[in-house]
Structure formats: C-alpha cells, structure tokens
Nanobody
Framework: QVQLVESGGGLVQAGGSLRLSCAAS????????MGWYRQAPGKQRELVAA???????NYADSVKGRFTLSRDNARNTVYLQMNSLKPEDTAVYYC???????????????WGQGTQVSVSS
C-alpha cells in the first residue's frame, strides 16, 4: 500500500505563514509528480501547486509569489511554504502523488487524508 501522510495545517491570521509537509511511504518505484490541491466549502477541488521529479513547478495563479513548493526526492516528501496567507486560502488541503509502484506498473494517483488550513481576517 501507498500512504501519503500530511502535516502542518492549522489556524493563522491573515498575513501569516504555514508550512505543509507530505511524505509518501510504501512500495514506490518512482514518483512522477507530487503536489497539493485544496477544496473550500461549496467549491470544487483545485490545484494549488505541483512539482515534477525533475523539479519543475506549476502554481495556481492565486498563489503565485506567495506559496513555494519544494521536494526531497530521497525522502519522497514535498513541502508547501505558504506566506502572506489570505482568508480566501481557507480550505482543506490534500496532498497528491502520481507514482509507479513497480517498474512495470502504470502510474496512478494517490491522495492524503487532507489537512485543514484556516486563515482569519
């Protein structure tokens, strides 16, 4: 089995910072892309940021310049540094990994359980 374990959510005032971590464990051959999605109440889940095994990143326009995603390939872990947080960043944040469990398997998506980020005004 593959598990994505998230940590770092919480409550912060507007303008503050939080750092989310997500570690993938289990039988993993390689991870193509890891990243974070978020879902606010009444809204669809949306991509926040993603990073490839080569280090290329993709950010939602709403977080560019405020959030930074980094990856430790040796630890199968990604870190999302969130600065200048706004109330509209409030959501449940989900870690995602697109990975291969063996050399011969097809890639598949795995999800973490979600961590709440709340930003007060």
């Amino acid at each position: 089995q593959v598990q994505l374990v998230e940590s770092g959510g919480g409550l912060v005032q507007a303008g503050g910072s939080l750092r989310l971590s997500c570690a993938a464990s289990g039988i993993i051959f390689s991870i193509n892309v890891m990243g974070w999605y978020r879902q606010a109440p009444g809204k669809q889940r949306e991509l926040v940021a993603a990073i490839t095994s080569g280090g290329s990143t993709n950010y939602a326009d709403s977080v560019k310049g405020r959030f930074t995603l980094s990856r430790d390939n040796a630890r199968n872990t990604v870190y999302l540094q969130m600065n200048s947080l706004k109330p509209e960043d409030t959501a449940v944040y989900y870690c995602n990994a697109n990975l291969l469990r063996t050399r011969w398997s097809k890639s598949a998506d795995y999800w973490g359980q979600g961590t709440q980020v709340s930003v007060s005004s």
